[in-house]
């Protein structure tokens, strides 16, 4: 099968409905995260000081990220321990007429012997245990998908601990709680090898999670990573939560605003999931020949105004449980505005949103609107 993502050409096998197959691996649900990933390499290298900067796709399966990168000038190793994968990687990077190398090995291995530019994970699931060999190998920048959204959200729980040495909670900011639990668990592991690892990029789309880290080798950068850190303290009942900085938790006794008792997450990232100049810097980036370049517009805008808060509302849950009809996004966050509160949009859906105010505050200001 014929599949053109941005300017390239490639040869894909049919996949197997049931998802469970021999043929080399392809999702072209993925084209929005591989689109974005070409924005962001061609940031990386309008700031980078060298030319054709090295990349590393550890898990190229058909090489559709990998023939990308090389496509956008970078030098490009594209790495997969199937035979089958690494011949297509092969064919592919042919078809378009491109110089890359191709390794059949085990990533693991590979990064622990070269160094990269930038390190790109993308493997069936969790990408834990291929992230102290991309922090030991990547110079710049470290890109991590992870498709098990079960147990990093919570709905897993005890898969969620095992893969992230964290606790994750099943809240309705789901998605949130999953980025931060991958965060927390990537900084702890970079912060091993005195090497800060700081989100400049993050998305939570179509069951998956997405992030880019910068790296820094400097052991006072990785105290500081360490530092942003900490616990989330929900509880179900009234949905109030607070968020407490350190690697110890001191979870209050009760709930504060209505006695119930509170559950903990953590450790989870508290600090910010993006930079907002790399942020602008990757929407310079996107161009029409990005197939998804409307939605890539779209995440960046949203990303670009959205508060630094560790975690989100959605507007029709709180007016379901408040029985009230929702209004549009604007009023409602105008409403919340105008009482003196922070309020912006939120990445994870059309009507989530962040605030400073407190379920009540929001009750109460929203009222009305
Ligand atoms: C989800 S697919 C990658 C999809 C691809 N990046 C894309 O954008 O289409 C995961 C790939 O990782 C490969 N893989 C799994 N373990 C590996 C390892 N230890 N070393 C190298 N590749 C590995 C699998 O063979 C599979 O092809």
Same mark, same amino acid.
């Given at each position: 099968?014929? #599949?053109?993502?941005?300017?390239?050409?490639?040869?894909?096998?049919?996949?197997?409905?049931?998802?469970?197959?021999?043929?080399?691996?392809?999702?072209?649900?993925?084209?929005?995260?591989?689109?974005?990933?070409?924005?962001?390499?061609?940031?990386?290298?309008?700031?980078?000081?060298?030319?054709?900067?090295?990349?590393?796709?550890?898990?190229?399966?058909?090489?559709?990220?990998?023939?990308?990168?090389?496509?956008?000038?970078?030098?490009?190793?594209?790495?997969?321990?199937?035979?089958?994968?690494?011949?297509?990687?092969?064919?592919?990077?042919?078809? @378009?007429?491109?110089?890359?190398?191709?390794?059949?090995? @085990?990533?693991?291995?590979?990064?622990?012997?070269?160094?990269?530019?930038?390190?790109?994970?993308?493997?069936?699931?969790?990408?834990?245990?291929?992230?102290?060999?991309?922090?030991?190998?990547?110079?710049?920048?470290?890109?991590?998908?992870?498709?098990?959204?079960?147990?990093?959200?919570?709905?897993?729980?005890?898969?969620?601990?095992?893969?992230?040495?964290?606790?994750?909670? @099943?809240?309705?900011?789901?998605?949130?709680?999953?980025?931060?639990?991958?965060?927390?668990?990537?900084?702890?592991?970079?912060?091993?090898?005195?090497?800060?690892?700081?989100?400049?990029?993050?998305?939570?789309?179509?069951?998956?999670?997405?992030?880019?880290?910068?790296?820094?080798?400097?052991?006072?950068?990785? @105290?500081?990573?360490?530092?942003?850190?900490?616990?989330?303290?929900?509880?179900?009942?009234?949905?109030?939560?607070?968020?407490?900085?350190?690697?110890?938790?001191?979870?209050?006794?009760?709930?504060?605003?209505?006695?119930?008792?509170?559950?903990?997450?953590?450790? #989870?990232?508290?600090?910010?999931?993006?930079?907002?100049?790399?942020?602008?810097?990757?929407?310079?980036?996107?161009?029409?020949?990005?197939?998804?370049?409307?939605?890539?517009?779209?995440?960046?805008?949203?990303?670009?105004?959205?508060?630094?808060?560790?975690?989100?509302?959605?507007?029709?849950?709180?007016?379901?449980?408040?029985?009230?009809?929702?209004?549009?996004?604007?009023?409602?966050?105008?409403?919340?505005?105008?009482?003196?509160?922070?309020?912006?949009?939120?990445?994870?859906?059309?009507?989530?949103?962040?605030?400073?105010?407190?379920?009540?505050?929001?009750?109460?200001?929203?009222?009305?609107?």
């Amino acid at each position: 099968m014929h #599949v053109t993502e941005g300017d390239v050409e490639l040869v894909v096998p049919e996949q197997p409905e049931s998802g469970v197959g021999d043929a080399v691996f392809f999702n072209p649900v993925q084209e929005f995260n591989r689109d974005l990933t070409v924005a962001v390499l061609r940031a990386h290298e309008a700031a980078a000081d060298r030319d054709r900067p090295s990349y590393l796709d550890a898990n190229a399966a058909t090489g559709a990220r990998g023939v990308r990168a090389a496509n956008a000038g970078y030098d490009a190793t594209l790495c997969d321990h199937d035979p089958d994968a690494a011949t297509l990687c092969r064919e592919n990077l042919a078809r @378009n007429d491109l110089d890359a190398q191709v390794k059949e090995r @085990n990533a693991n291995a590979l990064m622990h012997e070269e160094r990269f530019d930038v390190v790109d994970l993308d493997p069936f699931g969790t990408p834990v245990p291929f992230a102290d060999a991309a922090f030991r190998s990547a110079a710049d920048l470290v890109c991590v998908t992870a498709t098990d959204t079960a147990p990093l959200c919570g709905a897993h729980r005890e898969s969620g601990v095992r893969s992230y040495s964290a606790l994750p909670q @099943n809240t309705e900011y789901h998605a949130e709680m999953g980025l931060r639990v991958l965060l927390g668990a990537l900084v702890r592991t970079a912060a091993r090898y005195d090497v800060a690892a700081t989100p400049v990029l993050s998305h939570v789309t179509n069951h998956y999670v997405r992030t880019y880290l910068s790296v820094s080798r400097r052991a006072t950068d990785a @105290n500081a990573a360490i530092d942003e850190l900490g616990h989330i303290h929900h509880c179900f009942s009234c949905l109030h939560r607070e968020s407490e900085t350190g690697l110890i938790a001191h979870p209050p006794d009760a709930c504060p605003v209505c006695g119930e008792s509170v559950a903990t997450a953590g450790p #989870v990232w508290l600090g910010r999931t993006h930079d907002t100049g790399f942020v602008d810097r990757v929407r310079k980036q996107v161009t029409g020949e990005l197939g998804t370049a409307s939605r890539a517009f779209d995440l960046l805008s949203t990303l670009d105004d959205e508060l630094h808060l560790p975690t989100h509302y959605d507007q029709h849950r709180l007016c379901r449980r408040w029985s009230r009809s929702a209004n549009a996004m604007d009023e409602f966050l105008g409403s919340l505005r105008e009482a003196g509160y922070r309020a912006s949009r939120a990445q994870y859906g059309g009507t989530t949103f962040k605030t400073d105010a407190t379920v009540e505050a929001i009750e109460a200001a929203t009222d009305g609107a």
